[in-house]
């Protein structure tokens, strides 16, 4: 693994990020400021958070914490994109919980598999002279 863009997981977040920012485009007006703003931040914040972790990958704990803020995005896009359907249901709104449910059980497992297997063979070399933070 070269990049966190080879993550699956960080690609599926990426597309249905793209894919929730399309559908808020057709939201009345008024909530295209208000709702489908915080969700498309919401929806951008879980990708973030998977390429941020993978940043800190030396240190598998920052790894894992980052990908357990991109699972709370996640959630709260849930919620957001739960509010939408119940407001303006759409064929796309109601795809969309869907599909955010599944890239929910990939994240969990990714963070599983993180949590139990990562090493430092999974690791690129550090090419700094950070020092990982231990406790005391």
Do not use: C
Request: proline share 2%.
């Amino acid at each position: 693994m070269k990049s966190y863009l080879d993550l699956d997981v960080y690609q599926s977040a990426f597309d249905l990020a793209i894919k929730v920012h399309r559908m808020t485009i057709d939201l009345p007006r008024t909530e295209q400021y208000e709702l489908g703003s915080q969700i498309r931040r919401s929806a951008q914040s879980i990708r973030a958070n998977i390429a941020e972790g993978y940043g800190r990958r030396k240190y598998k704990q920052d790894f894992i914490r980052f990908l357990i803020f991109a699972e709370a995005s996640l959630l709260e896009t849930e919620s957001h994109l739960q509010m939408i359907n119940k407001l303006y249901t759409t064929e796309t709104s109601t795809r969309l919980i869907d599909e955010y449910s599944q890239l929910g059980k990939q994240l969990n497992s990714f963070i599983s598999y993180v949590n139990k297997s990562w090493s430092t063979d999974n690791r690129q070399p550090i090419t700094d002279n950070r020092q990982p933070i231990t406790d005391n």
